[in-house]
C-alpha cells in the first residue's frame, strides 16, 4: 500500500511537471498562432502610457516600445486595460501577455511574477500646491500632523508606510485620486514617481514639485510577465536589451520627456 502510495505521488508529480513544462511554451506558441500580443497598459499614466481623455489617443513611452514589440514579432498589438492594483491578477489570470506601463520592481511584485532587466528608474518625488505652507521643503513631509498621501498599489505606498516615522500615511483608492484630494486639503503633499510629477508640472499650474536633496528611494522599472513561463520571459528581456542597443529606447524615452530615467 505504501509503494503504491509513493508511486502515485510520483506520478502526479510526473505529471505536473510536464504541464508545468508544456505552459512555459503557451505564450510564445500562443502569440505567434493567434497572430497578437496582448499588452497590458494603466491608460493613466502620463509620458509612459496615457490616453488623451477627448481624443482616445495613446501616447507615451510604452505605447511606442509595445508598437516595436509587436513588430518585432511580426504579430498584432491588442491593448488590456489595467492598473498597479490589478496587475498581478491581470498577468496571472491570463488577460494580457505582458505589462509594458513602467512596473516598478518591488519585492512584493517579484513574489508574484517574473521581470525583464530594467529600463527606466524613478526616485520619488513629492507634489504640493504653490499656495501650501505645510510643505516647503522635503525636510518638512515627515513631521507630526502632516497627512501624506499614495495612490494604493503603487510601490511609493510600501516605501513610504517604512519610511515615515511621524507623518500620516494616507492611501488614496481609485476612484478617488491624489490630485483631488490634495487641491480639497485632505492631504498636505502626495508621494509619486519622475513619470506622473510630469504630468502635473506640465499641466497643472497650481502643483509644485518637492523634490529629495540625496537620492531617497530609487526604484528600477521594467516589463513584467506572469510566473512559470521562462521562454516568454527571455524573449522579453532581449527585447528590452536589443532596444538599448539599438538606440530605441533613448529615442522613445526622449520623445516622451523620459529621457533623464532612461536605464542604459
Known amino acids: 500500500m505504501r509503494k503504491l ?10 505529471c505536473g511537471l510536464w504541464a508545468f513544462s508544456g505552459h512555459a511554451q503557451e505564450v510564445l506558441e500562443r502569440v505567434k498562432n493567434a497572430g497578437v500580443v496582448r499588452v497590458c497598459i494603466w491608460p493613466e499614466y502620463y509620458g509612459v502610457t496615457l490616453r488623451h481623455a477627448r481624443t482616445q489617443e495613446l501616447t507615451g513611452i510604452d505605447i511606442d516600445l509595445s508598437a516595436q514589440l509587436a513588430s518585432d514579432l511580426k504579430v498584432r498589438l491588442e491593448y488590456v486595460d489595467s492598473s498597479f492594483p490589478a496587475l498581478i491578477g491581470d498577468l496571472t489570470g491570463d488577460k494580457c501577455d505582458v505589462a509594458m506601463f513602467a512596473i516598478g520592481v518591488t519585492e512584493q511584485r517579484a513574489e508574484k511574477l517574473r521581470f525583464t532587466q530594467p529600463y527606466l528608474r524613478s526616485d520619488i518625488y513629492g507634489i504640493t500646491t504653490k499656495s501650501n505652507q505645510v510643505i516647503r521643503q522635503w525636510a518638512d513631509i515627515d513631521k507630526p500632523g502632516v497627512l501624506v498621501a499614495v495612490q494604493a498599489g503603487t510601490f ?72 512559470g513561463d521562462a521562454k516568454w520571459l527571455a524573449v522579453m528581456d532581449e527585447f528590452v536589451a536589443r532596444i538599448k542597443r539599438d538606440g530605441r529606447l533613448e529615442r522613445a524615452a526622449s520623445a516622451n520627456g523620459l529621457g533623464p530615467i532612461v536605464v542604459r
Open 5 to 14: 502510495s509513493v508511486l502515485r505521488w510520483g506520478l502526479a508529480l510526473c
Open 156 to 227: 511609493m505606498e510600501p516605501v513610504m508606510e517604512q519610511r515615515l516615522q511621524h507623518a500620516q500615511l494616507v492611501r488614496i483608492k481609485l476612484p478617488a485620486t491624489r490630485e483631488r484630494e490634495l487641491v480639497a486639503g485632505r492631504v498636505d503633499v502626495f508621494m509619486t514617481d519622475y513619470p506622473y510629477s510630469r504630468r502635473l508640472l506640465d499641466n497643472a499650474d497650481w502643483a509644485r514639485l518637492v523634490p529629495p536633496p540625496t537620492p531617497f528611494s530609487v526604484m528600477p522599472y521594467a516589463y513584467a510577465v506572469k510566473p
